[in-house]
Every structure is written in C-alpha cells, then in structure tokens.
C-alpha cells in the first residue's frame, strides 16, 4: 500500500531534543503532513489520542520517559497502518532487529538519511507500507530479515 502526503494527513514526530523536532516537523511539513510534535512519548501518545488515522510517525530511540521499540509498539498496535520511521544515533544490528520486530518501516541512523527520507516522502509511490529499511551514512538499503 502507498503513502501519500496530503495535508489531512497527520504526522506524529517525538524528539525531545528541540532543534532536532524542529528539523524533523518542518521536513515533514515541507513533504505536505500536518504535524503533530511532541518532546516524550507520553506527550506523543497523548498528541494523537483522538486520532482515528496516522498517516505517519517519526520517533526517537531515546526520550526521557520510554524507547522508540516500546512506541514503536504501541503505536503499530493502534495505528496498524501508520509508516513508522525510528531515528537514532546507534548503527546497531540488534537495535535494527527489534525495530522491525516491533512494526518499524524504517531505521534511520541521523544524521545520516534525513534528505533521502524526505525525496521518498515527496515521490508518488516512495513510501509504501511494506517497506523495510535501513538509511545510513551508506545510503538506503532493504533490510532483510535472513541476514545475521
């Protein structure tokens, strides 16, 4: 299923570092998403509460009060169609791992990957749900589940 960015649609971007929210919201406004922004995943989670439809999620892995697996989780199990970016400072094949395990599209080391996630966000069919991938200081790359 394609994701297309259209300005009812909502983006929940979780960063509790404000120049880094700051960059992110305005990136994924730029690709045509109403934002919703938080600074914890508490304050997310309650951002989105009376939503009915995610179109998008974009979390760090680490807030003061969770991880970005346990809202990785959270948010997978009640939006089961939201595309779910994770962004940390940690190249990690276990982290990558239990991303995905827990419903993750995309694991983005920052600052590395942040323009070529937005040129997906903006071309028609450059997301889809069945997306699994890894962006990096290499570039994007499809993570494969056999690889250990």
């Given at each position: ?22 960059f ?72 990558m791992?239990?991303?995905f395990?827990?419903?993750g599209?995309?694991?983005l ?26 962006i ?13």
């Open positions: 299923m394609s994701i297309e960015a259209t300005s009812d649609r909502a983006a929940l971007v979780i960063d509790d570092t404000p120049a880094n929210r700051d992110l919201e305005r990136l994924l406004a730029q690709a045509g998403y109403r934002i919703l922004g938080a600074s914890s995943g508490a304050a997310g989670m309650e951002r989105v509460k009376d939503l009915d439809h995610l179109a998008l999620a974009l979390v760090d892995m680490q807030l003061p009060d969770t991880n970005g697996l346990q809202l990785t989780y959270d948010l997978r199990r009640r939006y089961p169609d939201v595309y779910i970016i994770v962004a940390t400072m940690y190249d990690e094949r276990s982290l791992e239990s991303v395990h827990k419903g599209n995309v694991f080391v920052k600052p590395h990957g942040f323009m070529e996630l937005y040129k997906r966000l903006i071309t028609p069919n450059g997301i889809t749900l069945d997306d699994r991938l890894i990096d200081q290499y570039g994007p790359r499809p993570y494969n589940l056999a690889r250990t």
